[in-house]
C-alpha cells in the first residue's frame, strides 16, 4: 500500500514530470497479473483533469532474465516512437524514496489482457482475423527498430544499454537457457535433448531487429472494438524477429484453442499477412518452426525458474508451485517436434 | 500403499474426497481469487493423487531412460556433448517418461 507521505511525494514527481500546476490522487489500488513486477492503478487529476496511470515496480523476487524497471521503460519508449500500439510512457523515477522502489508510469489503456479470457470470450477483441492481421502489424513495426547502424535507422542511444546484438542469437539463446538450467540445478534430458537438436541446426541472423520476447496472447489487451496495448516488454532486446514469430505461434500459448494457430484467436494466416505486408518480408514457415520448438524449450525452463522460486523457498506460492510442474507437458511437445527422424539435414 | 498398513482409505483415496469435498461444497460459494485459489489448490491435489498412482511407473521409465548413463546429471552432459544425437532408443524412453510426468500433471482425455 502507498503511505500519505508516499502519496504525497508520487503527486509531487507526477507534476515535476508532466510540469502540471497541481496533482491529486484520488486512488491507487493494486492491478492483477504480472508475478515478476508489482502494478498500481492510479486514478490522479493533473490541474483539475481526470487521467489515469499505471505505475510499475518490480516485486519481491525477480527472475534472471527480465529486464529491470529503467530499461524495460526505455524500451517501451522506442516502441511508442516506432508507432507500435502501447501505453504511453510518462516517467522513470529512479529514487526510491518516492514509492519505495524505482518505478515507471504510464498512461493507463482499457481493456483485457487475461489470456483464457481474451480467447475464449467473443465480446473482447473484434473481429479476429483482423485482430490478428493488426498484431502482425504491430511485431513488424517493433522489429522495424534496429540496432544503430548508420542515419536514419538509429533508435537513439536510449537503446545503448542492450549492448551489441548476438551474431547467433539462437545459440545465444541456447547456452543462456542451459545457464539458467544449471543455474537452479535442473537435470531434465528432454529439454537438453530439444537444446541439442535446436543447436545443431541454429539458423543464422543477417538482420537483427528489437525483438519483445514475450509477444503472445495474454500479454496485449484488446476491448471490444480490437487491440488497445501490446504489453510487458521486460524481455526485449535484439534478436532474430523470428523468435517472437515463433513465440506468438508456439501451441504452448494458444490457450485452449490449439486449432487457431495465431495465438489460440486467429487462424496463422492472418497473423502472417498482416506482418508480411507491414514488413514487406516473406515469413519462412520452417524457420518459424524451428522458433516454435524454441519457445516451448524458453518457456520449460521460464517455468522452471518460477518453480524454483517456490521449491528454493525465496517465495512460497501455490501458482508458481503448480507452474514449475506443468514442464513434462511442454517437454513432450519438444519430443514430438525432434524425434529421430528430424535430426538429419536441415 | 503396503498392505500390511491398516488404517483405509489410505493417503491417495482420502486425498481424493477432501479434492471432491472441496469442489461440490467449497468452490460454488467462493468468486474471485478465493475461488481460483481453490481451484488450484485442487489441481494440485489432483497432481498428488496422480503421483501416487504412477509412482512406481514412472520410477522404472526413469530408470529405462538413464539406462547405464549415471544420474541424469550425467545424461544431460552426455545430450550436451553430442553423445546421443539423434538417439531413437533414448528418445522413446524420454516420451514414455515425459508422457507419464505430463500425465501426471493433467490428467490423460
Known sequence: ?????????????????????????????????????????????????????????????????????????????????????????????????????????????????????????????????????????????????????????????????????????????????????????????????????????????????????????????????????????????WGDPVQDIGWFCAACWRFGRPDLEAGGIAPRAAFYRGYEAESGRAIEPEAVRYWEVMAHLRWAVIALEQGHRHVSGQETSLELALTGRMVPELEAAILRETAPERWGAR | MSESFPDAPAGAALLAVARQSLLDEVAPALSGRQRYVLLMAANAMGVVMREIAQAGAATEAWERALDGAGSPADLVAAIRAGRHDGDAALHAALVETTQIAAGIWKAPG
Request: a negative charge; glycine letters at 12%.
Open chain 1, 1 to 237: 500500500m502507498l503511505d500519505a507521505d508516499q502519496r504525497t511525494a508520487l503527486c509531487a514527481w507526477i507534476g515535476r514530470t508532466l510540469e502540471a500546476g497541481t496533482v491529486a490522487l484520488d486512488d491507487a489500488r493494486p492491478l492483477t497479473g504480472g508475478s515478476i513486477q508489482e502494478n498500481w492503478m492510479l486514478s490522479c487529476r493533473v490541474d483539475g483533469a481526470p487521467r489515469g496511470f499505471v505505475l510499475r515496480k518490480d516485486a519481491a523476487a525477480t527472475i534472471a532474465s527480465s529486464r529491470s524497471r529503467a530499461e524495460e521503460f526505455r524500451i517501451l519508449r522506442a516502441a511508442f516512437a516506432a508507432g507500435v500500439r502501447v501505453p504511453e510512457p510518462v516517467g522513470f523515477c529512479a529514487d526510491p524514496g518516492v514509492v519505495g522502489a524505482p518505478f515507471a508510469l504510464m498512461g493507463l489503456v482499457s481493456g483485457i489482457g487475461l489470456g483464457p479470457r481474451v480467447v475464449k470470450d467473443m465480446s473482447l477483441g473484434g473481429d479476429r482475423a483482423a485482430l490478428a492481421e493488426q498484431l502482425g502489424r504491430e511485431l513488424a513495426r517493433t522489429h522495424g527498430i534496429l540496432p544503430a547502424a548508420g542515419p536514419g535507422t538509429a533508435p537513439a542511444d536510449d537503446l545503448a544499454f542492450l549492448g551489441a546484438p548476438e551474431p547467433e542469437p539462437a545459440l545465444a539463446e541456447i547456452r543462456a537457457l542451459r545457464a539458467s538450467l544449471d543455474g537452479i540445478g535442473a537435470a531434465r534430458p528432454a529439454l537438453e535433448w530439444g537444446l541439442r537438436w535446436a543447436e545443431l541446426r541454429a539458423p543464422p541472423c543477417p538482420r537483427p531487429v528489437l525483438v519483445h520476447r514475450d509477444f503472445r496472447t495474454g500479454n496485449y489487451m484488446v476491448d471490444a472494438e480490437g487491440l488497445t496495448a501490446i504489453l510487458d516488454w521486460e524481455f526485449a532486446g
